[in-house]
Structures are given as structure tokens and as C-alpha cells.
């Protein structure tokens, strides 16, 4: 919506003649057509990148979350401790008790 709204911005102010959205110059339509694609491509990069960073945090919590068990489980003497750090870790995970 952005990148067709800047197109039209474009041509009703920089355009002869100016403040219409009629086109003097033929040329002008193989820029409007270059920035709606420059437009186009570059929000559809910044919707994969937010996407890619949520991916990201999400797999980071996850890792973390195992570092945690891996680390308290290796800390586990006997049987009892190893299943409340199970427990724990799993009920952190899944945020419940």
C-alpha cells in the first residue's frame, strides 16, 4: 500500500503537469513501474526478515531452555533430583506449575 501510495505521491507532485495524475511524458511510466517494484521488493524483504527474527527468538528460548535441563541434569546426583529438574524445566517451559 505504501510503495502504490508513493508512486501516486510522485506523480501528482513531481509530475508535469503538476498536481494531476495525467503523465505529459511516456518515460514516466517505466519509473513509476521501477519504483513500485523497488517498493514491492524491498517491504516484501522487511516481512521476511521480521519472520525470520521471531523464528529466531524462538529458537533461542529453546535453546536455552535445554542448555538449562541439560545443565541441572548433569549437576543431578540421584534419581529424585534428575525428575525435579525434569519437572522444573518442562513445567518452565510450558509455563505451568
Given at each position: 500500500m505504501a510503495s502504490i501510495l508513493s508512486v501516486l505521491a510522485f506523480d501528482f507532485f513531481f509530475v508535469n503537469p503538476r498536481y494531476t495524475f495525467r503523465v505529459s511524458d511516456?518515460?514516466?511510466?517505466l519509473t513509476f513501474v521501477g519504483?513500485?517494484?523497488v517498493g514491492l521488493i524491498i517491504s516484501s524483504s522487511a516481512a521476511m526478515l521480521r519472520d525470520q527474527l521471531e523464528v529466531l527468538k524462538s529458537r533461542n528460548l529453546q535453546t536455552q531452555a535445554v542448555n538449562a535441563l541439560s545443565s541441572e541434569l548433569n549437576s543431578a546426583v540421584g534419581?529424585?533430583?534428575v525428575l525435579d529438574a525434569v519437572v522444573r524445566n518442562v513445567g518452565e517451559s510450558f509455563d505451568r506449575k
Open positions: 511516456t518515460q514516466y511510466l519504483l513500485l517494484l534419581l529424585e533430583q
